[in-house]
């Protein structure tokens, strides 16, 4: 099911008889192929070298308060699974159901903007992160930044813009830095919040 994604981070496939969810999230499964599937497998899991990340079971539930902190209108709409080097959170869309299976968002905390992907959760993995990795991943950037930090991020940590980019930053590897991914979030909401209605 997710050969592709597999192939491309180099890692064994997924275990289709591992497929445990815990308390709260077996009706992810109904509008999300595979869900069960790749968690039950690699939660937890950080793929090519940090540059891409699935959440604990026991994180998700945290990351849906944290990420409303600062995008309040998608209450009751996401469901996060993962995130990568620069703190985006990528969550399936209850909103937006295309044959039965939840559609992707993309929530930027340095530009304070949310992406629709439009694919499901296989597709994400086995299409977009596979075929795409730059549009989706920023994987070029991710590579400019690994020539200059030598040390891998670690699951807490993220690379945060000093200036984040909806306050005049520059999308450039000096203006990022190694943060904690939670007070890196909490800063953004804050600031997202403050700035909503300004022009």
């Known amino acids: 099911m997710f050969r592709e994604f597999c192939k491309f ?6 275990d289709k008889n591992k497929c445990e969810l815990r308390d709260g999230l077996s009706n992810v499964q109904r509008i ?22 699935l959440h604990n079971y026991n994180s998700i539930d945290k990351w849906n308060k944290i990420v409303l902190e600062a995008f309040p209108e998608y209450k009751d709409r996401i469901q996060c699974f993962g995130y990568d080097w620069l703190g985006r959170q990528f969550a399936l869309d209850k909103s937006r159901v295309i044959e039965g299976e939840a559609q992707i968002l993309m929530l930027e905390p340095g530009t304070g903007e949310v992406l629709e992907i439009p694919c499901n959760f296989v597709q994400f993995h086995n299409e977009e992160i596979t075929n795409y990795h ?10 400019d930044w690994m020539r200059i930090n030598k040390t891998k991020l670690s699951e807490q940590e ?5 200036v984040l980019l ?7 590897v000096e ?4 943060s904690d991914l939670e007070v890196y979030w909490s800063i953004c909401a804050q600031l997202i919040n403050k700035t909503r209605d300004l022009p």
């Open 166 to 172: 909806f306050l005049g930053g520059a999308d450039t």
């Open 32 to 53: 999300a192929s595979g869900f069960k599937e790749l968690l039950s497998s690699y939660q937890g899991s950080s793929f090519g070298e940090g540059m891409y990340r």
């Open 158 to 162: 993220c690379a945060g813009y000093k």
């Open 134 to 143: 730059d549009a989706c991943l920023a994987s070029e950037f991710f590579s």
């Open 9 to 14: 981070f180099n890692i064994p496939e997924v």
């Open 175 to 178: 203006n990022l830095e190694k």
